[in-house]
């Protein structure tokens, strides 16, 4: 039973959210908000059991002379932030809590942001390395796609008309067919989970 | 007598030029009419506006004789409503030169906090009229009054197409998956990606060091994050067998409850609820970057021996693979996000694209009725194939009813 009743459950509703979805309703648009209101509350008792799961974690690996550095940063920053953030007008600009999410939290996030550079680069490098014959035609169509950036004189117009063709046709092509294949992919996964066919989201087979 | 005769013979000249322009004196000195008024929009109707929540009517019209000819001075067309047809009217938006209608359409009965004046009630008789627009604020009388009524529909028409294509694939899924049943064993291609996820896992075991099983920066609602929960449920299994350590740092609490929930009973089916700890599932932050620092950290601290992205994945994917690839781990990597397809299978060394995410199930897991949706899948997409073939040979030939049929107006 404790089995059965999630899988008619998700049944039950996965056929009324087909239905409402071809309903343009005022009663159907107040269904649909009310489900994603759920969602909502559901994510809000979920993040109680998050904060818990972080903390305990933290807590444990306090003990760990490995870990215990990140776990005091973590848990230090954890509690200012709570602590700052506890009334209303610290929420405001110009508070504690203001600025530390301004001048650090942003900061930090952009510094990991920015690594991305640099591994683009090394990503690139290795993906180009044209040791079989498709890897050759990535480096070419990659260099064709990277020259349009150049100032390379009248081969530059020339140039233009082959990114343009690239973009548009193969590219484009294998795009769409990805998507395609995506969209076929998501109903068939739909309907599995709503047929009761794909359970191992419920935590078993 | 001279000066007489000369002044007779100015004046006579005087109405002669006069009479011989093109405008007569006498309509110069009387005209007090300013530039011209253009003439009224005629026909005014209204209709409900179709596959709504029935809080819009579509005014319409046939345009002004002087918008784009005639004296071809109009601007746009105003319009206004009432609630009666002798009350007053308020104006509620233009339309511009060369249009026929105006929509008028509010669903909000409360805006800031007090009464929307905007909000159109279902069922109840609105009434219109509109009047044309020329430069300089010059306005033409308004047309007759024209009402109408907004209507709550109860289908979209719009989505005919999708519902017969949804219906269709529908039925060859319920068809392949009977067919399943009636014991006919289906081929399917092998995919890389999946034929090493037992070589990853093996590996992770003979290295003595765990594996990393990253769900996305996605939510647990999201499809590809419930196909990552279906291999992270094989994974976890193989793992539990092998007594290999899984990590599964997640971004999201309701992701990680119903990851504990997976893992745990992949242990149990394993025979192995002994070694499963709820710790190895944790909940980092919901934040994107530094999501990404704290896999980052469990990476470059565990020294992973194989990593899985399996989800949701935005602008994190290539930090997290080319991390993984500095810490020399086997990475298998799947998401459905096109962008982010490219940095995957530059970065790690196999990659389900798209569908094969979703498909992973019925690889991992072999069993009839899961591949028999695959089959399903492709049928669906020869389908596609032939309506976009045949499609585009009618569309060269200025047929365009195949493009009408899939055409969806939402």
Known sequence: MRKQIPIYFVFGSGIIMIVQYFIPSEESDWLFTYANDWVIVVGIFALALGIWSLLRSEFRKLKDPKERFYAAVLLFGFFIMIFTGLKAENLEAGSLMFDIFENVLIPIQATIFSLLAF???????????????????LLLTAFIIMARLLPLGPISEVNQYGVAW??????????????MGVGLGAIATCIKII??????????? | MGKKMLFMLLLSLLLFAVGNAQTPLEEVLTDTTGPPVPTSPSNVYVEDKPDDDGHGVIVRWDLSPDDGAGMDNVLGYEVYRSDSPDGEYSYVGMAIKGSDEYEDQDDSPIKNGVPNPDFIETEKTYYYK???????????????????????????????????????FWSFVVYFIFKARGGKDFYVRPLAGINAVDDAIGRATEMGRPILFVLGTGTAGDIATIAGFTILSRVAKLTAEYQTKILVPVNEPVMMAVAQETVRTAYLEAGRPDIYKPELISYETAMQFPYVAAVNGIMLRERTATNFYMGVFHAESLILAETGNIAGSIQISGTDQISQLPFFIAATDYTLIGEELYAASAYLSKEPILVGTLKAQDWGKAILMLLLLIGAILISANLSFIRDMVTVNI
């Open chain 1, 195 to 205: 047929l009761g066919i794909e359970r191992t989201y419920l935590g078993h087979d």
């Open chain 1, 119 to 137: 591994y683009v680069a090394s990503a690139a490098y290795r993906a180009f390395r044209a040791r079989t014959v498709l890897a050759t035609i």
């Open chain 2, 130 to 168: 509109v009047r044309s627009m020329a430069a300089g604020g010059i306005f033409s009388e308004h047309s007759e009054i024209a009402s109408g009524q907004a209507i709550e529909n109860w289908f979209h028409s719009g989505k005919i197409g999708i519902l017969v294509g949804v219906l269709i």
């Open chain 1, 166 to 179: 690239i973009l548009a046709i193969p590219n484009m092509a294998a795009k769409r067919a990805i998507t």
